[in-house]
Structures are given as C-alpha cells and as structure tokens.
C-alpha cells in the first residue's frame, strides 16, 4: 500500500458524523426528488399519454381503453407515475449524493472519479430506460396481444403500470451492471481475473494428445 495522501482518506469520521453525514445526504436527495415530483404533476396529462402510448398504439381504434376497480385507481396511479418519474428524472442528483457519502472514505485519486461515475450511471440507466420504452414494451404488448387473441381484453390500470415499470426498472438497472464492474475494478475492489474465475460458463475440455 502506498503512502501519502493520495494513497488515505482525507479525514477520519466518527460514526455520528457518518450517521450525521448520512441524514444529509437522505435529506437532500429527498428534497431533490420532491421538488421534481411537484413540477412533474403539472404535465401528468402528457406523461399518461406517453405511460399508455406502447400499448394504445396496438390495439384496434376504439378498443384503446384500459379500465379502473376501484374510485381512488386512477388518482393513486397517476401519483406513482408522477413518484417513479420523479426518481427516474433525479436519478443524477441522487448518484452524486450516493457519491458524496461515500467519497470521504477514498483517498483523493479515487475521488477523481466522481465525475465520471455520476455522468455515466445516469447515462446507462436513462439508456436502459429509453432502451425498454421503445423496443422492450412494444415487443411485449405486441407478443401478449397475439397470445391472448381469442379472448376478452380487459386490463387495468393497475395491471399496465405494475407490467410497463417492472421492465422499465429491470432494464434501467441491466444497464448500470458495465459500470458497477468498471467502478470495482477500478477501485480495486475486485480483479479482472476473479470475473474470470468465478466464471460459470463451462469450458470444453483440451483434447487428448495424439
């Protein structure tokens, strides 16, 4: 190990400070995504179009209707929407206070990468995202469509929300898993060669010699 002060962190925290300094970050990403909430619910007509277009824009004219089974569905649903949406838009805001909870444990050359590291996990995960709007969700609502033909199309609300934010989160976070192995690898967390290791592709075996 290195000496200096590249190679420790810059200060010593006490375990108060690291639950002090965690109730800031908790707070301030709060706030970032309330703020964002709040502006969201004011284009939640555009955004209901946008959450339903995949799937209206597979059924016949005059079928493109999703139904509701209790009188607060909607409501509730529109505010989930406006909640998940909000988290999706801070997602920037919230890495960089991920990072500046843990950056005070780093020494000063890993800190050079809290750049890095926030530009590029909010730019997979909005890949991700974007990826599952226009490609997963169409090939999914068009499979299920022809699949379940021959009989009565009656989906709920609910039912599409629960469907469409499943895939959108198992994308969004696939995408992120090229940047999680970047960033251990590059802190030195883990090496190349344990990837490799705990591989569990099977391998053909060498031939015999002749």
């Known amino acids: 190990m290195s000496s200096g002060s590249d190679a420790s962190p810059s200060h010593e925290m006490t375990l108060l400070e690291h639950f002090a300094e965690l109730r800031k970050r908790v707070f301030k990403a709060a706030i970032g995504v309330g703020l964002v909430f709040v502006g969201l619910t004011f284009f939640m007509n555009t955004i209901m179009h946008r959450f339903l277009e995949p799937y209206y824009r597979l ?13 607060t569905e909607v409501f509730f649903i529109y505010m989930k929407i ?6 999706f838009v801070a997602s920037p805001w919230l890495f960089y206070q991920l990072w500046a909870f843990i ?8 800190r050079r ?7 590029a996990t909010s730019l997979f995960f909005i890949a991700g995202l974007f990826f599952c709007y226009h490609y997963v969700l169409p090939f999914s609502f068009g ?14 609300l609910s039912a599409l929300w629960g469907f469409e934010i499943k895939l959108l989160l198992a994308l969004g976070v696939t995408f992120e898993t090229p940047i ?6 590059r802190l030195g967390i883990v090496g ?18 002749e």
Do not use: H, W
């Not at 950056?103 to 890993?110: F, N």
């Not at 060669?193 to 015999?208: G, H, Q, T």
């Open 143 to 156: 499979f299920f469509l022809k699949f379940n033909k021959n009989y009565t199309n009656i989906v709920t």
């Open 82 to 87: 406006a909640a998940v949406l909000a988290i």
């Open 113 to 119: 990468y809290a750049i890095p590291f926030v530009l």
């Open 192 to 209: 190349r060669s344990e990837f490799s290791e705990r591989s569990d592709v099977p391998r053909a075996p060498a031939p015999p010699n």
């Open 103 to 110: 950056s005070p444990g780093l020494t000063r050359k890993e």
């Open 180 to 185: 999680l192995i970047l960033l251990l690898t």
């Open 59 to 71: 059924l016949p004219k005059g079928q493109q209707t999703v139904t509701y089974t209790s009188i």
